[in-house]
């Protein structure tokens, strides 16, 4: 008779959290497309910002005397925040399919704690104030994206990077509609065409601007959907307390072990005009 101990838990417990933190690394887009900063402790971050030089012409003589005053202005306040997830692994389980039970808990964990950042970091998203989607009911554009592109750009004097797209991946769908038209009939667009029909769920267009999708982006009771074009600057990750794994503890009445893991952090949108929201019709495709 099979019979399952403490220890054979202990020789899957290492896999588990090295396997759910692999998970959770692999499924998380806008941690590589944001600033990321750390701390310890849980006291909020107070982000601020030093003002903008400006430079003028002076005469031959002049005595130019307008200095800027290199002080610190509070731009944004991040407030830090746990997140926790939680699985059970019955004896049934591991007397019936070890390394099932172990591939199961591995990536649900891992899943669980990347999509929760993921969808914290893209809530960022509605906070811009510009808005140069299609609007609510109506198919997104290249044209528009575009216009957001050229905002973010314009903005940023390209000082914080080439800005990245995130869209809803019906969003993206209706530009690789609009974009896979035949060359024909854009011919001005040929190899963007060529290359979105290469790269359905990313593509390099428009001068290095990389495009993304994610389904971690909400869609409301409206069938709308907010995307966002930015830079690295505009959306903050403070990291508090990186993804951990408790020590599993055994329940004798439900016959099972239970793991824990949890992570710390805060999000928050530090610069607004470093980015524009993107809302158009996220109806899926028929």
Same mark, same amino acid.
């Given at each position: 008779?099979?019979? =399952?101990? %403490?220890? *054979?838990?202990?020789?899957?417990?290492? &896999?588990?959290?090295?396997? /759910?933190?692999?998970? !959770?690394?692999?499924?998380?887009?806008?941690?590589?497309?944001?600033?990321?900063?750390?701390?310890?402790?849980?006291?909020?971050?107070?982000?601020?910002?030093?003002?903008?030089?400006?430079?003028?012409?002076?005469?031959?003589?002049?005595?130019?005397?307008?200095?800027?005053?290199?002080?610190?202005?509070?731009?944004?306040?991040?407030?830090?925040?746990?997140?926790?997830?939680?699985?059970?692994?019955?004896?049934?389980?591991?007397?019936?399919?070890?390394?099932?039970?172990?591939?199961?808990?591995?990536?649900?964990?891992?899943?669980?704690?990347?999509?929760?950042?993921?969808?914290?970091?893209?809530?960022?998203?509605?906070?811009?104030? =510009?808005? %140069?989607? *299609?609007?609510?009911?109506?198919?997104? &554009?290249?044209?528009?994206? /575009?216009?957001?592109? !050229?905002?973010?750009?314009?903005?940023?004097?390209?000082?914080?990077?080439?800005?990245?797209?995130?869209?809803?991946?019906?969003?993206?769908?209706?530009?690789?509609?609009?974009?896979?038209?035949?060359?024909?009939?854009?011919?001005?667009?040929?190899?963007?065409?060529?290359?979105?029909?290469?790269?359905?769920?990313?593509?390099?267009?428009?001068?290095?601007?990389?495009?993304?999708?994610?389904?971690?982006?909400?869609?409301?009771?409206?069938?709308?959907?907010?995307?966002?074009?930015?830079?690295?600057?505009?959306?903050?990750?403070?990291?508090?307390?990186?993804?951990?794994?408790?020590?599993?503890?055994?329940?004798?009445?439900?016959?099972?072990?239970?793991?824990?893991?949890?992570?710390?952090?805060? &999000?928050?949108?530090?610069? /607004?005009?470093?980015?524009?929201?993107?809302?158009?019709?996220?109806?899926?495709?028929?």
């Amino acid at each position: 008779m099979a019979v =399952t101990t %403490l220890s *054979d838990l202990g020789g899957l417990y290492n &896999t588990i959290y090295d396997d /759910a933190l692999f998970v !959770a690394r692999e499924m998380n887009l806008m941690t590589n497309l944001v600033t990321n900063v750390g701390a310890t402790g849980w006291m909020n971050r107070v982000v601020s910002i030093r003002p903008q030089v400006s430079a003028v012409t002076v005469g031959e003589t002049q005595d130019f005397n307008a200095p800027t005053t290199m002080g610190l202005t509070s731009h944004a306040t991040l407030t830090p925040a746990e997140i926790a997830a939680q699985v059970t692994i019955t004896k049934r389980d591991l007397e019936t399919d070890p390394h099932g039970a172990q591939a199961a808990a591995s990536y649900e964990l891992g899943a669980a704690i990347a999509t929760k950042i993921d969808v914290d970091l893209i809530g960022n998203f509605a906070t811009f104030a =510009t808005d %140069l989607g *299609d609007g609510a009911s109506s198919s997104a &554009t290249f044209e528009n994206v /575009a216009a957001g592109i !050229a905002v973010v750009r314009n903005t940023t004097k390209n000082s914080d990077g080439i800005p990245v797209v995130v869209l809803h991946p019906y969003h993206w769908h209706d530009l690789w509609l609009e974009l896979g038209k035949p060359a024909a009939n854009l011919p001005n667009l040929d190899s963007v065409t060529s290359e979105a029909l290469r790269n359905y769920f990313m593509a390099t267009l428009m001068g290095g601007v990389s495009f993304y999708t994610s389904s971690n982006i909400a869609v409301d009771g409206s069938d709308d959907a907010i995307s966002g074009i930015f830079t690295r600057s505009a959306i903050y990750l403070d990291t508090r307390r990186a993804m951990t794994m408790e020590t599993p503890e055994y329940d004798a009445s439900a016959r099972a072990w239970e793991l824990n893991v949890n992570a710390g952090y805060a &999000t928050g949108l530090v610069r /607004a005009t470093y980015g524009v929201k993107f809302t158009a019709d996220a109806l899926a495709p028929a």
